[in-house]
């Protein structure tokens, strides 16, 4: 009998009607990733890109008045990138300096990880066309998992407009 808790992923697909060049740009450079990054009503103010194996980058959400206006950073630390074809990177919470901070000061759920890896996959279509899938590994339950998904593919709309 395993003692280990049961994890959930998020994944999301997404067909863009863009080449790989301009989705990869879109995570890997501060100005595209300002124009997007966020679920609806969300802003980017800050996207200090290190983008780079090992790199680390400092990446801020801006929530509406209508949810408090509050700041919301985390930091990307990349583990692999291949480039036109895979990042990998965990995402933790942080402060405006980027110390990595518990998800619960920020007024989140308790059950929120400290740190979550991503990978995304850029696949090159027909027509330009590029096929996108981010996966988030390891959400205690099905409810963070949702919650994670409905930011991400929120997102993935002003990506998708802003190309």
Partial sequence: MSTEAKTHNVVVTRVF???V??????WSDSEQLKRWWGPTGFTAPVA?????????????M?????????DIYNTWTYRKIVPMQQIEFIQNFADK???PIAPTTLGLPPEIPYEVRHVLAFEALADNKTKFTVTEYGYPSEQIVEMSKMGMEQSL???AASL
Wanted: proline content about 5%; hydrophobic content about 25%; charged content about 30%.
């Fill in 48 to 60: 200090n890109m290190n983008f780079r194996e090992g790199g680390t980058s400092l990446v801020c």
């Fill in 157 to 159: 709309d002003k990506l």
């Fill in 21 to 26: 060049e301009q989705i990869w740009k879109a």
């Fill in 62 to 70: 801006r929530a509406p008045q209508e949810y408090g206006g509050q």
């Fill in 97 to 99: 300096e980027g110390k």
């Fill in 17 to 19: 009607d863009a080449p």
